[in-house]
């Protein structure tokens, strides 16, 4: 049996969360805890595939979108909103919104979405049973349309 809080449920603060970034960041620097939280990222997208029943489906490209979306957009646990997944020359291209790594941040700043893009990569792999590199290419804190992450197989 596990521990469930009874008055404040699942959720708690976008500002909560940055402050556990920050002070990751001023402990082990910004390399360091994109390193981290990217892993824990990953970890919690396998474990979010495994929980949705989707690991080892090998689910179509074109579903993948409403997949992610459905766990970690609105409806789900409200990391990011997932708007669209597609292969494009051969990587796989996930372009989000609303990130919880970007909210709060000023434009320009250099905030990459470390654990979101972890997250959807876990949740990738565990689905694909493929190997992937993943980068963020975009970001709405720079003039992107999107926070975009590549995958490419390895």
Same mark, same amino acid.
């Given at each position: 049996?596990?521990?469930? *809080? ?67 957009g609105k409806e789900g646990t409200r990391l990011a909103s997932v708007k669209?997944? *597609? ?28 654990f979101t893009m972890g997250a959807i990569w876990g949740a990738l792999e ?15 804190? *720079?003039?992107?349309?999107?926070? *975009? ?6």
């Open positions: 049996m596990t521990y469930q *809080r009874d008055e404040l449920g699942d959720f708690s603060s976008v500002v909560c969360f940055k402050a556990v970034i920050t002070g990751v960041e001023d402990t082990l620097g910004k390399d360091g805890a994109g390193v981290v939280f990217t892993r824990a990222g990953k970890v919690r997208g396998g474990n979010l595939a495994r929980e949705l029943g989707v690991a080892g489906s090998n689910a179509p490209i074109s579903e993948l979108a409403a997949k992610l979306d459905g766990a970690i669209s997944v *597609r292969e494009e020359g051969g990587k796989i291209i996930v372009d989000t919104r609303d990130t919880v790594c970007s909210s709060g941040e000023e434009m320009g700043s250099d905030r990459n979405c470390t565990a689905i694909t049973g493929k190997t992937y590199l993943g980068e963020q290419t975009q970001s709405v804190l *720079r003039g992107g349309e999107f926070d *975009r992450f590549e995958f490419e197989e390895l």
